[in-house]
Structures are given as structure tokens and as C-alpha cells.
């Protein structure tokens, strides 16, 4: 994911809201969401290239989610691919002492009722404090204008009483409006490119957003993960209960 945004013991029904983007090169194979067949305890979208995911969820409620961490200033590392973390931490496989050798990575990860940060820059594995969070390609809460637009979006979503919270959801998740320039991260790409990843839904030559998911989980444990890849706007949507 290159968009995290979530509200996490915020809501009175909804313990966990969650709106994120899959940004992606087009070339890039993957597999929508889908229950594994090797794996049939989660449920997630997968790279078919190099195995993994971006995000996912178990029946028994586990949950992890990442972002790849964008900073051409520092060294490349030629790790292992990121979305076998994803894998791991649903599997309940994942050593967040054995992370350094990645490329840099935001990491959600746990129960839905425990969820935990880890990054391996700083590097850091903390519980998640109750709260609205948003997460790009920098640390968690990095005031990027993207995540501060998705972050209002979610807070004002959080409002609705009329059955309509996947749907403003999605709709936040569609904001392409980019950022000024003065407001734009320094991560290192030419700043053409940085204006053009700037917005919550990227559109360019050969890359931009994949597919955009939204995740809700009741009081009762029920869980409802809708995903919408583009183009063409396929949806998958699975319910079931914890």
C-alpha cells in the first residue's frame, strides 16, 4: 500500500475503519482479493511476481498492512520483498527483531483488537494508540498533505449515520487532488514526479493506484473488506465473522 488511513477504537460500532490505496507499477501481475488456496485462512489481494501481499486479513482476525518507506537519499537495500512480511505477520511467523535487511517499510500488524506499528528505520514495534492515523510513504503520521486530506476525510466519514461509511470511504480514497508545491515531501524523485504521486488516487504512465480497499470491523467481531481495483473498477467484497 502507498496509503493507510484508519480509525482505531474511535468509533462507537466500528472499533476498526480502515481506507487504504494500493499504488503499483501497471506491468506489476497480481492477484485480487482472494482466500489462499495454500493458505485458506487469509484473505488477501497477492503479488504475483514475488509471492506476497500488501495487505491482508485471517478468520481468526489477524491483520497486517504495509507501506513501502520512500527516501532516494539513503542507500538501496536489495532485501527480500517487503510482502512477505505481510505474509508472515498473518501467518503469525513475524520476527520484527529480523527486519533490517528489508527495503524501509511501515508495518500494521496484529489482531484487530491489538494492532502495532513497526518500522525497520527508526526501527520501532509499539502498540497503536486509539486514534485516527494515516500512513504514506514516510513514518506513521508524517504530516504529508495526502495523509492530513485522507485523515480529515476518515474524521468526517466517521460522522455518517445513514449506512453510507464504505461509500465516503471510497470516495476519499478517489481524491486525486495533488499537492502545491511548497508542501510537497523532499524523498528524492524529480519534483515532476513528486507533484504527480502527491495526490490520495495516483494517475501516470505506467504506475499509480492499483486498488483501493476499505475495512470494517464491528463491535460483534463481524468484518466486511471490500476491494476495487482500477482500472475498470472490479469489486470484490467478503464478509464474515470473527
Same mark, same amino acid.
Given at each position: 500500500?502507498? +496509503?493507510?488511513? +484508519? ?18 507499477? %501497471? &506491468? ?6 482472494? *482466500?489462499?488456496?495454500?493458505?485458506? %485462512? ?11 501481499? *500488501? ?88 504530516? *504529508? ?21 464504505? &461509500? ?14 511548497? %508542501? ?45 481495483? *482500477? ?12
Amino acid at each position: 500500500m502507498c +496509503l493507510i488511513v +484508519l480509525a482505531y477504537n474511535v468509533h462507537p460500532r466500528f472499533p476498526l475503519v480502515l481506507a487504504a490505496n494500493r499504488d503499483e507499477f %501497471h &506491468e506489476r501481475p497480481t492477484a485480487p482479493a482472494h *482466500w489462499w488456496p495454500a493458505a485458506p %485462512h487469509i484473505f488477501a489481494g497477492r503479488d504475483l511476481r514475488a509471492g506476497g501481499t *500488501w495487505m491482508g486479513i485471517t478468520r481468526s482476525g489477524r491483520f497486517a498492512a504495509l507501506t513501502n518507506h520512500r527516501d532516494l537519499h539513503r542507500p538501496a537495500v536489495q532485501g527480500p520483498s517487503r510482502g512477505l512480511l505481510v505474509h508472515d505477520a498473518l501467518d503469525g511467523t513475524l520476527d520484527v527483531r529480523n527486519t533490517a535487511g528489508y527495503e524501509g517499510f511501515n508495518l500494521l500488524h496484529g489482531t484487530v483488537h491489538e494492532l502495532r506499528y513497526h518500522n525497520n528505520l527508526e526501527p520501532v514495534d509499539v502498540p497503536l494508540p486509539p486514534g485516527i492515523h494515516g500512513i504514506s510513504n514516510a513514518l506513521l503520521n508524517t504530516p *504529508w498533505p495526502k495523509v492530513e486530506r485522507a485523515k480529515e476525510a476518515v474524521r468526517k466519514a466517521l460522522d455518517t449515520t445513514d449506512g453510507t461509511l464504505n &461509500e465516503h470511504l471510497f470516495a476519499l480514497l478517489r481524491d486525486d487532488v495533488r499537492a502545491a508545491d511548497e %508542501h510537497l515531501p523532499a524523498t528524492g524523485l524529480p519534483v515532476e514526479m513528486e507533484r504527480a504521486v502527491s495526490p490520495v488516487f495516483i494517475q501516470t504512465n505506467g504506475y499509480g493506484t492499483r486498488c483501493s480497499t476499505v475495512l470494517l470491523v464491528d463491535a460483534k467481531g463481524e468484518v466486511w473488506f471490500e476491494e476495487r481495483t *482500477w482500472p475498470g473498477e472490479r469489486r470484490v467484497c467478503e464478509r464474515f465473522g470473527l
